[in-house]
């Protein structure tokens, strides 16, 4: 019965990923559109900025600024902050 389940499987995901092929094949296309109009491209340098430091940097200023304006420290909780605990009291 295992291998009749692991055959059922592998071929819904062969058929899907032939499916996902056939219905993605005008992404390859060679022609362009009407309108199309690219700019320059990017070079090594400009892309790792653009879609590595960039958002590594981004990411950093966010947190940077969450835990800089935490006042989540300065709060005291009042319930806890008031009971004293004696050595050798039974509760």
Do not use: E, W
Not at 28 to 33: G, V
């Amino acid at each position: 019965m295992d291998k009749k389940n692991a055959l059922r499987a592998g071929a819904l995901a062969a058929g899907t990923t032939l499916m996902m092929l056939l219905m993605s094949s005008p992404a390859l296309a060679l022609t362009r559109d009407d309108g199309d109009d690219p700019g320059p491209g990017l070079s090594v340098i400009q892309t790792l900025g653009l879609y590595v430091l960039l958002p590594v940097a981004l990411f950093a200023v966010i947190a940077g600024l969450v835990m800089a304006l935490d006042k989540s420290h300065n709060k005291k909780d009042a319930t806890t902050s008031n009971i004293s605990v004696r050595p050798g009291t039974k509760a």
